[in-house]
């Protein structure tokens, strides 16, 4: 069987979520493509840090330039985290003839334009599903089954870690503060929530989504983005009393031909199918002009379902590769 | 710029609603592509019946061929319901190196097996998207994004009649046979409306979707098939005081290795994320073993929600054939 040889950079939680699917789910994966995923190398730049999965050490390097410049290896997986070096990496990979897959939006989203152009002036295919809402198939539905459409708006739930939060303030009437603490002794947020908690992670999938379906790229920084750190219990009630409940929602919509945007707390009406999406859940609510209203609702983080998508983008490469050759 | 030539085999609400969209939206598709889509013939077997849209009277014809045999066509795009002569028409425009787009589920689920044996054998792509739950990119997801998971379990709301039916009569209190009555006034339930309610239509759906998720190919007509027709008011008032609600559903799950599949009306606790799905929408919750359990919900039927899933496979067969070329 023809194989397709795998650098994954990175092998933190979705790194080891995605060789720990290669591995379990190898047999499977062959079944469906003909081809065997391998992976050849692993970036691993904290050998002290505790993993997810244990792995062969022949396979682990400190070098970069150990996969990026390795002529053997077909894919480069980024999932590094963090803006630079992680662009630099990828630039450098699709210029040596490497597909290019990555989890990380903060790169992506700083970088959307570069990384792109380099790839198709390069002939190489960059995937990055796992970007926006981890495992759910949001990215390949609007440039595949919906890319007949003009898309009208997107509304997401794009962040685990505040819509835990606020489903924690609605449902238990718990002030901000509290349950911030109680989220990061359970490992459910950053010891830094900041990206989080200030709208920065989710105006960075915003970012990734308007440039997919809008064919429009606004730099995060030019979104309009408030957090919900500033959010009170009496908030949430004063919400309540009204019948409608406090999101964090990404939004981007055409009006009148003009493309709107921001990242905000907003109070939905109690039967919007987005209020039903609790906890670490994350949802992202679509309206096409043929297609209607859809709505796409998953687990938004976590190594497993982030690592399904990336192997997803592993996969629809190698299915490509074997057309190719 | 490059053109695709297509061929439409029917006319009726998903042949107008795919017209329609491929006219509308031809230069975002030509953006998005580098392609023109161009339809060169409509088989239109009806001449008389009163159509979405108007069309140009010499792209019409009667006689199939001038589409199967037609040297020029690149892609059939097969919309006329029912088995056959659907299924012989696929199968003749495969073996005349045409890639073949269906929105027909009933034909799909009863040849599975030599509708991709054909198109493998003959180097030609077979999609068909549009055939379970319209609009919604679930077939794609499902063998695309998704394809690292083994999958344990797919509950789909599958039939927006039904819904719709289930959802009045648990709204409102009405009995079966009114909200049928009113449906069919209403042009959402069929004169007959025996495939909707006996579930055969879902059962269509299921066998699809078990083919593709789980790589099993189960015969509808062996699939435990019950409808909706027996629901009375006092079954839907007793759920209700269990706090659960009655929706028909289509369900493969593996237990302890072996796939388990049924279309029948089952009791859902109110907090599941299908009880929220109401009238005419569709709904398909996945649970894969590495993505954990996923939700997408649209439109699942009607010409443009069906029309775009139509035209998102036609793109994607453009898209392979400039790589091709």
């Known amino acids: 069987m023809k194989s397709a040889k795998i650098g994954l950079l990175g092998f933190g939680n979705v790194g080891g979520g995605t060789y720990k699917i290669l591995t379990d789910n190898k047999a499977i994966i062959e079944a469906r493509t003909g081809i065997s995923p391998e992976i050849v190398k692993i970036l691993q730049r904290n050998r002290n840090k505790k993993r997810l999965v244990s792995v062969d050490p022949v396979l682990l390097t400190e070098d970069p330039d150990d996969i990026i410049k390795d002529p053997d290896v077909d894919i480069v997986v980024e999932m590094l985290g963090g803006i630079e070096p992680a662009t630099s990496f990828m630039l450098q990979a699709m210029k040596a003839g490497k597909h290019v897959v990555s989890a990380n939006k903060a790169a992506i989203a700083a970088n959307y334009k570069i990384l ?6 390069n002939g190489v295919k ?4 796992a970007s926006v809402a981890g495992g759910i198939p949001v990215l390949t539905s609007i440039t595949g089954a919906l890319q007949s459409n003009n898309f009208i708006e997107i509304m997401g739930i794009l962040n685990g870690t505040t819509n835990y939060i606020l489903t924690k303030m609605t449902e238990e009437g718990l002030a901000y503060k509290d349950v911030l603490r109680d989220a990061q002794e359970k490992g459910f947020a950053e010891a830094d929530p900041t990206a989080d908690v200030e709208g920065i992670d989710a105006a960075n999938k915003l970012s990734i989504l308007m440039a997919l379906a809008f064919d429009t790229y606004v730099a995060p920084e030019a979104i309009p983005t408030t957090g919900i750190s500033s959010i009170t219990e009496s908030d949430i009630c004063r919400a309540a009393e009204d019948g409608k ?3 964090l929602i990404g939004k981007a919509s055409v009006r009148s031909g003009k ?5 905000q707390p907003m109070m939905l009406d109690k039967a919007h199918p987005l209020c039903g999406v609790n906890n670490e859940f994350n949802a992202v609510y679509i309206t096409g002009d043929m297609v209607g209203e859809l709505m796409f609702y998953g687990k938004g983080a976590g190594p497993l379902p982030t690592g399904s998508a990336v192997c997803g983008d592993i996969i629809n490469i190698m299915k490509n ?3 190719e050759k």
């Open 321 to 323: 590769m074997e057309v």
């Open 126 to 129: 960059f995937l990055f599903e």
């Open 245 to 247: 409940i406090i999101k």
């Open 116 to 121: 792109t152009d380099t790839a198709q002036e």
């Open 259 to 263: 493309l709107e945007y921001s990242v």
